[in-house]
């Protein structure tokens, strides 16, 4: 079970102190605070909290590759391949855990990646695209505008900051 902070902190606190001690009073508090615990509510089972660790590392090892490489050709298999999933299993994984599916996510991070690329860089708008791993300046172009609103080429003139 996943409890709220304003539980699961003070009794951490407790067991981490009560660790060494070896009294009566330690055993009545530590009693009490498994029984504030087991009245509490506001519980969440952990399994529905969130992602696992175990899907977690893989996420991360995925995102971290994404961010590495994300210049050039990434496909669902290479990452499927990655994390030990066929590229059906890994699509339904990554949406599952991420609510977004990979290809939107492949896509938002090279747009991010280009929009730092056009405030701090003289390179144009094409050699941007490309760097960033979009194979036509067009499709760039429509993306980019889709995802912040703006074209490239205004965005760099404008020196936007998001």
Not at 114 to 128: D, G, P, Q
Not at 134 to 162: A, D, Q
Request: aromatic share 12%; net charge positive.
């Amino acid at each position: 079970m996943q409890f709220p902070d304003s539980l699961a902190k003070p009794a951490k606190d407790f067991l981490m102190q009560a660790k060494t001690a070896r009294n009566y009073q330690t055993f009545v508090q530590f009693m009490e605070t498994m029984n504030a615990l087991a009245r509490s509510r506001d519980t969440t089972p952990v399994e529905t909290s969130g992602t696992s660790l175990h899907a977690a590392i893989k996420i991360n090892k995925v995102k971290d590759y994404v961010n590495k490489f994300y210049g050039s050709p990434v496909t669902i298999k290479t990452v499927a391949d990655l994390t030990g999933f066929s590229p059906n299993g890994f699509s339904r994984f990554f949406k599952q855990c991420t609510g977004s599916n990979f290809c939107d996510y492949l896509i938002s991070v090279r747009v991010d990646k280009a929009a730092l690329l056009l405030r701090t860089s003289k390179e144009t708008v094409a050699n941007i695209a490309y760097s960033c791993g979009f194979n036509s300046p067009h499709y760039f172009n429509n993306i980019f505008k889709r995802l912040k609103g703006v074209t490239p080429g205004e965005f760099k003139e404008l020196g936007i900051k998001n």
